[in-house]
T-cell receptor, first 115, second 113 residues
Framework: DTGVSQDPRHKITKRGQNVTFRCDPI?????LYWYRQTLGQGPEFLTY????????KSRLLSDRFSAERPKGSFSTLEIQRTEQGDSAMYLC?????????????FGQGTRLTVV | GENVGLHLPTLSVQEGDNSIINCAYS??????FIWYKQESGKGPQFIID?????DKRQGQRVTVLLNKTVKHLSLQIAATQPGDSAVYFC????????????FGQGTTLQVKP
């Protein structure tokens, strides 16, 4: 399977714990995005990487959230001191960036439940 | 079957009929639009895209229409099948060329056998 891969698919954690999610994009894609989706809503942009550089962060991304893409390939999203409001589906997407926007392909997401 | 307006969340159609899903986008600077299909528990799946220099684009059983004058996008699905049942989202790029997407609220398509 050469699509976007996310791990784990599901995570249940206690409030206050830290969690980390991983995303492996399509191999030749230089752009990587994280989105968050709550039930009944469309995905909301969190952050964007071009290669290893984090170029944009949403206001939704509080200081408890941090994302990295150290070698310009896979990315991790860490949430510290989780809160119940962090419960959501966290989606990763990748695309081949250039002068024109191109289609972004999504992974299957990580479903986070904070109890 | 067809939905109208932004806030009709569910469209129910008979198998074999054509479906039309509508979307009003917000940013007149948007020049790239995508339709995604999302099945329960899965990530969004790319269906078709269109750039603002076009007003129509066709794929396999799907057609996207873009009306920039009224900031309206539609997805037409021909001969709707039970496997088409899902939530459909339109997305726009806003004024960004980074590929960041702004998603609409989504329409649930239910296909009755």
């Amino acid at each position: 399977d050469t699509g976007v891969s996310q791990d784990p698919r599901h995570k249940i954690t206690k409030r206050g714990q830290n969690v980390t999610f991983r995303c492996d994009p399509i191999s030749e894609h230089n752009r990587l995005y994280w989105y968050r989706q709550t039930l009944g809503q469309g995905p909301e942009f969190l952050t964007y990487f071009q290669n290893e550089a984090q170029l944009e962060k949403s206001r939704l991304l509080s200081d408890r959230f941090s994302a990295e893409r150290p070698k310009g390939s896979f990315s991790t999203l860490e949430i510290q001191r989780t809160e119940q409001g962090d419960s959501a589906m966290y989606l990763c997407a990748s695309s081949l960036g250039g002068s024109l926007n191109t289609e972004a392909f999504f992974g299957q997401g990580t479903r986070l439940t904070v109890v | 079957g067809e939905n109208v307006g932004l806030h009709l969340p569910t469209l129910s159609v008979q198998e074999g009929d054509n479906s039309i899903i509508n979307c009003a986008y917000s940013n007149s600077a948007s020049d790239y639009f995508i339709w995604y299909k999302q099945e329960s528990g899965k990530g969004p799946q790319f269906i078709i895209d269109i750039r603002s220099n076009m007003d129509k684009r066709q794929g396999q059983r799907v057609t996207v229409l873009l009306n920039k004058t009224v900031k309206h996008l539609s997805l037409q699905i021909a001969a709707t099948q039970p496997g088409d049942s899902a939530v459909y989202f339109c997305a726009e790029n806003g004024s960004s060329n980074t590929g960041k997407l702004i998603f609409g609220q989504g329409t649930t398509l239910q296909v009755k056998p």
